[in-house]
């Protein structure tokens, strides 16, 4: 969830056990503290929007403490403005929670005043979520963005994108990209560093994505970056070369797509793992041209249908000539049961997150938006 681990004013009162009393710790100091406190919204609000109306403010004076917290202690993070006027939090809040305010602030004197308050933030009528991958605790290939799909259109993207938050470790710098209103993926400029830990952080608990429409969802997902493995089709070779870490560790020979239905050129990353699956030409737009109901080690590379696959009807096509209807076929059985053959081999050392680069097909790129592919999209275009 979003970070509201930490305390949000400047600092704690420097009177000790005697601060935030009011007028008997001024009295305590000779006299009354001018400073005047003012917190918005009012005490005892209810129904109290989850972002903008929080606001803690003080005249003939300066703020030195500001603890905003939860029904569960947790605080709420924030700072005090220069000049210690003003304080605002740094983030939304929860949807449905009661938080407590208390707020010291000194005159030119030195003398404190302090403020209490408690307030009721709204509870949500229309609420979305984001269903994300990769899951939590599992291990990936270097291209694995983190991807984030929401359950209604986004209007308010730019408070969505502040409430997830990614970390890595080593650190290195992530960025957001938008697929439409629905959709939002994270990576790097490059293709992750192995081993790298990646924690995100989905606060959406109180964001407005839309008008009257708040996320209803607090969760931390951690995955870690696996041993860097990409393979690289050449469509007019018919090969595939298997790197890890930039040295090649097999050569595979392949089958692409034919003249027609040549297969998609660029980077594309692993989302899905079948042992065996059914392949129809009707789901992608092929009429009745195949329905193969035991295609063996397949592995999802585009939303659309374009697999990497054990392939045991295609005879001597492999290392040969491009015979497939647009997927990248690997020589197999029937039944995928012989662990030696180069299908077995490739689907066994291949997990999710793994590059497969395509490249002298006659086809154009990939569209990003296909699959988790937005590696090829530039840096910049990326950040726009």
């Given at each position: 969830m979003m970070a509201v681990t930490a305390c949000g004013g400047g600092g704690h009162s420097e009177s000790g056990p005697g601060a935030g009393k009011g007028k008997d710790s001024g009295t305590r100091q000779g006299g009354q503290s001018t400073a005047a406190v003012s917190i918005a919204p009012k005490s005892g609000a209810t129904n109290v929007?989850?972002?903008?109306?929080?606001?803690?403010?003080?005249?003939?004076?300066?703020?030195?403490?500001?603890?905003?917290?939860?029904?569960?202690g947790t605080r709420v993070d924030g700072s005090i403005a220069a000049g210690g006027a003003s304080w605002?939090?740094?983030?939304?809040?929860?949807?449905?929670?009661?938080?407590?305010?208390?707020?010291?602030?000194?005159?030119?004197?030195?003398?404190?005043?302090?403020?209490?308050?408690?307030?009721?933030?709204?509870?949500?009528?229309?609420?979305?979520?984001?269903?994300?991958?990769?899951?939590?605790g599992s291990?990936?290939?270097?291209?694995?963005?983190?991807?984030?799909?929401?359950?209604?259109g986004i209007t308010h993207p730019e408070d969505v994108e502040k409430a997830i938050r990614v970390k890595t470790e080593p650190a290195v710098d992530v960025e957001g990209h938008w697929f439409g209103n629905d959709r939002l993926d994270f990576r790097p400029e490059k293709?992750?560093?192995?081993?790298?830990?990646?924690?995100?952080?989905?606060?959406?608990?109180?964001?407005?994505g839309r008008a009257g429409v708040y996320g209803k969802q607090r969760k931390t997902v951690k995955f870690t970056i696996g041993r860097n493995q990409v393979s690289v089709v050449d469509a007019k070779k018919h090969t595939m070369k298997v790197t890890q870490d930039g040295k090649v560790v097999k050569t595979i020979p392949v089958t692409t797509g034919k003249p027609g239905y040549d297969t998609w050129n660029g980077q594309m990353v692993m989302s899905e793992k079948l042992t065996v699956t059914r392949m129809n030409g009707e789901t992608v737009g092929?009429?009745?041209?195949?329905?193969?109901?035991?295609?063996?080690?397949?592995?999802?590379?585009t939303n659309s249908g374009t697999f990497i696959h054990g392939n045991y009807w295609g005879g001597g096509a492999f290392g040969n000539y491009n015979a497939s209807h647009g997927c990248v076929g690997l020589r197999d059985v029937r039944g995928g049961y012989d662990r030696n053959v180069p299908a077995a081999w490739f689907?066994?050392?291949?997990?999710?997150?793994?590059?497969?680069?395509?490249?002298?097909?006659?086809?154009?790129?990939?569209?990003?938006a296909n699959g988790l592919n937005g590696w090829n999209m530039s840096w910049a275009d990326w950040k726009k």
């Open positions: 929007d989850t972002s903008g109306a929080l606001k803690v403010n003080v005249a003939k004076g300066r703020l030195t403490e500001v603890v905003v917290k939860d029904a569960k605002t939090p740094s983030t939304h809040l929860a949807g449905g929670t009661k938080y407590t305010v208390h707020a010291v602030a000194k005159d030119s004197a030195g003398r404190e005043a302090a403020e209490d308050s408690s307030f009721t933030t709204l509870t949500p009528k229309n609420t979305f979520v984001g269903y994300f991958t990769p899951e939590d291990t990936v290939g270097v291209g694995m963005p983190f991807s984030v799909r929401f359950t209604r293709y992750w560093q192995e081993g790298t830990k990646v924690t995100v952080d989905l606060d959406l608990d109180g964001v407005e092929y009429g009745g041209e195949y329905d193969i109901k035991d295609v063996p080690h397949a592995i999802r590379l689907f066994n050392h291949s997990i999710i997150g793994d590059v497969v680069v395509v490249k002298h097909s006659h086809d154009r790129t990939v569209d990003p």
